[in-house]
């Protein structure tokens, strides 16, 4: 298989895919952890946005990766909210 020289496409591929499960219901989650499950969705596409806006050429953008570091650093709130 020939390797893509551009990964932009593929990355808005997923990005696209992960946006299309937030319209899903889930299954099988508990409903106490979807909050939870939507989390980490959601941190699957910054963190792919982020990837591609480098790959474009870009520079990184402290507040990006700062909105990305406030969707990671939740994740222990909505685990353990959950819980109680």
């Known amino acids: 298989m020939a390797k893509r020289k551009n990964r ?17 219901e889930p299954i099988a989650t508990q409903p106490a952890y979807k909050p939870l499950s939507d989390q980490l ?14 790959e474009a050429g870009n520079d990184a953008d402290i507040l990006r990766l700062a909105r990305l570091s406030e ?8 685990a353990q909210a959950e819980k109680e």
Request: overall charge negative.
């Open 71 to 78: 969707l990671v650093s939740a994740l222990p709130d909505l």
């Open 8 to 24: 932009i496409a593929p990355l808005e591929h997923e990005m696209r895919q992960l946006g299309n499960l937030k319209t899903l």
């Open 41 to 54: 969705v959601e941190i699957a596409i910054a963190a792919l946005q982020e990837a591609a806006y480098l």
